[in-house]
């Protein structure tokens, strides 16, 4: 077993090189299933995730090839020879779910497991599942998989009840080849979204963006092969400019687009935080930056998302007074406080009043269950070093910046969860100053 130590109190200062969005790169992956031509995708990210989905895809007979060092990779899918997913790599991911669009145009019929990915809520495919049913899709419940069958997609009229990413992803892939006119409502407006739609349409499909929330499709019979590049990945700028900040450092982190991060950049100005854009860089001044505490309400785009809520949460732990981060996107999002109360952070957890929840809450509320949906901060604290468990993804990356603007040493278990979205993460944290390392340990 690996674990980190990290030892607190370091300034992070130099320049970081972010890598591509681990959102985009999983969609584009499955994507590239569409045709029997070969795509070529760049910027590619070398993390567990992507690797889990290539050894998936290889075992149904897609074509591979990698170029690791230069984050490239050629994707041929002439050759799919199972429509039915054995695989325990399907398990990990939550983009997994997503091939059986692929499958189901080539087959007409696929069965797939149960989804996996980070257990930070039900995230149930029902939306999903109802879309794909209203194109012609029938769709059965086996103990342990799902069973989609169609002998061919037809476009149709669909208004999701809630946002949901993948959701919208998955629907805009099925109606890229069906037959007609496909018009989604209340469709996510994710950057990672209009990524995959710009991909699709490289590969000759028909898709408009009419407003922020609704999407048009007109179904083409045939897609081919493309290059496409991978933009940055969204929550590891945001990652290290927590870091930076929280152990009052200096960085300049690139390529970063910006419009991304507008609503982010405001609540960090509104709390304090000195930071500068400069075309594709940013500049973090984190020694100058003396946060105050304020409020946050997670939403999908473009509001705060809900995958910057954790570190934000650690950032409010040095700020002067109480903040409160409210969590309006998944119930069950908040496994990483007891860890971070364990370094003497002062965190309530608690429920809102809220008026109409079933409008304000994007998960169903037949999900929420005893689920705590807010926190309450009260700052400043002086972490302290100490041994913690990762929960997940993004609960990892906050306890690795937590740790390292701790006072003292911190051991963290579960490293596994952060080798799935950010590459080579103690690497570069290093090269920033960074006093962490990853040990080998017996398990226990």
């Known amino acids: 077993m690996e674990i980190y130590t990290v030892e607190g109190g370091y300034n992070l200062t130099g320049e970081v090189?972010?890598?591509?969005?681990?959102?985009?790169?999983?969609?584009?992956?499955?994507?590239?299933?569409?045709?029997?031509?070969?795509?070529?995708?760049?910027?590619?990210?070398?993390?567990s995730d992507v690797f889990s989905l290539i050894e998936m895809l290889k075992e149904i007979g897609v074509r591979i090839e990698t170029d690791e060092k230069k984050h490239r990779l050629v994707v041929s899918a002439r050759e799919i020879k199972r429509n039915k997913i054995t695989s325990p790599h399907f398990s990990k991911l939550r983009a997994s779910f997503l091939l059986m669009i692929p499958l189901l145009l080539r087959f007409r019929e696929v069965e797939i497991p149960l989804s996996g990915g980070d257990k930070i809520g039900v995230r149930p495919i029902d939306r999903t599942i109802e879309g794909l049913e209203k194109m012609g899709a029938k769709i059965t419940y086996q103990d342990h998989s799902h069973l989609l069958q169609a002998k061919k997609l037809t476009g149709a009229k669909y208004t999701f009840k809630k946002n949901t990413h993948t959701g919208t992803e998955a629907l805009v892939m099925a109606a890229t080849l069906a037959w007609g006119e496909t018009v989604l409502k209340n469709a996510s407006e994710e950057p990672e979204v209009d990524e995959l739609i710009r991909l699709l349409n490289d590969m000759g499909a028909k898709i408009k963006r009419l407003s922020s929330r609704k999407i048009v499709i007109n179904g083409v019979k045939k897609l081919h092969g493309t290059k496409f590049t991978i933009i940055s990945d969204r929550n590891e700028i945001v990652t290290f400019i927590c870091a930076t900040i929280f152990t009052r450092g200096k960085t300049v982190i690139s390529p970063v687009e910006h419009l991304h991060l507008t609503h982010f950049y405001e609540k960090l100005s509104v709390a304090g935080a000195k930071i500068e854009q400069r075309e594709s860089r940013l500049f973090v001044n984190g020694a100058n930056s003396d946060l105050k505490g304020i409020d946050i309400v997670t939403s999908p785009h473009p509001g705060f998302m809900t995958d910057w809520q954790a570190p934000w949460a650690v950032l409010m732990t040095g700020a002067q007074g109480s903040s409160v981060v409210h969590e309006a996107v998944f119930e069950k999002r908040f496994g990483y406080i007891s860890e971070l109360n364990k370094m003497g952070a002062g965190i309530e957890l608690f429920n809102?009043?809220?008026?109409?929840?079933?409008?304000?809450?994007?998960?169903?509320?037949?999900?929420?269950?005893?689920?705590?949906?807010?926190?309450?901060?009260?700052?400043?604290?002086?972490?302290?070093?100490?041994?913690?468990?990762?929960?997940?993804?993004?609960?990892?990356?906050?306890?690795?910046?937590?740790?390292?603007?701790?006072?003292?040493?911190?051991?963290?278990?579960?490293?596994?969860?952060?080798?799935?979205?950010?590459?080579k993460f103690e690497k570069r944290l290093s090269a920033l100053g960074a006093k962490i390392r990853r040990v080998e340990v017996a398990s226990k």
Do not use: C, M, W
């Open 352 to 423: 809102p009043d809220v008026k109409n929840p079933e409008l304000f809450y994007n998960f169903n509320l037949t999900d929420r269950g005893d689920n705590f949906h807010a926190i309450r901060i009260s700052g400043p604290k002086q972490l302290l070093g100490n041994e913690l468990v990762i929960p997940d993804l993004r609960a990892g990356a906050t306890l690795v910046l937590a740790a390292l603007g701790s006072q003292g040493t911190s051991k963290l278990t579960g490293i596994e969860h952060i080798d799935r979205g950010y590459e």
């Open 17 to 47: 090189r972010v890598s591509g969005a681990k959102n985009v790169a999983l969609k584009v992956l499955i994507a590239s299933l569409l045709t029997d031509e070969e795509v070529l995708i760049e910027n590619i990210p070398s993390i």
